[in-house]
């Protein structure tokens, strides 16, 4: 089940996802220090809490934890959408209104990635 972030934990996973390398606490902690005043011990509960939301994953190194995402950023975006899309409903009208509120550009990327996404259970 995929669940939303909350605001720090979207800024890590962020990060993470940016960075495309395994990380340690205190060098997303040195990242995050640029912008805020922030202690190791929340770096590292919210990093514990998205290893156990399954979205990152961790290994032991010394004393500590190296962490990499699970899965790319739009993979994840993409989780989240088909689930708030599954528990919507009805999906054709929850669909219809997604179409409205597109803008132009988001319009084109629809159409980009329908071209190369082969068509399922499609007659061509």
């Not at 939301?53 to 190194?61: C, D, E, I, T, Y």
């Not at 209104?97 to 990327?109: I, V, Y």
């Amino acid at each position: 089940m995929v669940r939303g972030l909350g605001e720090l934990e979207s800024t890590i996973m962020d990060r993470m996802w940016a960075i495309k390398e395994p990380a340690s606490v205190r060098d997303v902690l040195e990242h995050l220090r640029k912008d805020r005043a922030i202690a190791y011990t929340t770096v590292m509960t919210v990093m514990d809490k998205l290893h156990t939301k399954g979205l990152l994953k961790r290994k032991p190194v010394g004393r500590a934890y190296i962490y990499e995402p699970v899965s790319s950023k739009e993979a994840y975006t993409a989780d989240v959408m088909r689930q708030s899309l599954a528990g919507s409903g009805n999906r054709a009208a929850t669909l219809v209104h997604f179409l409205e509120r597109l803008t132009p550009e988001e319009a084109s990327a629809l159409e980009a990635a329908l071209r190369v996404y082969p068509a399922r259970g499609r007659s061509s």
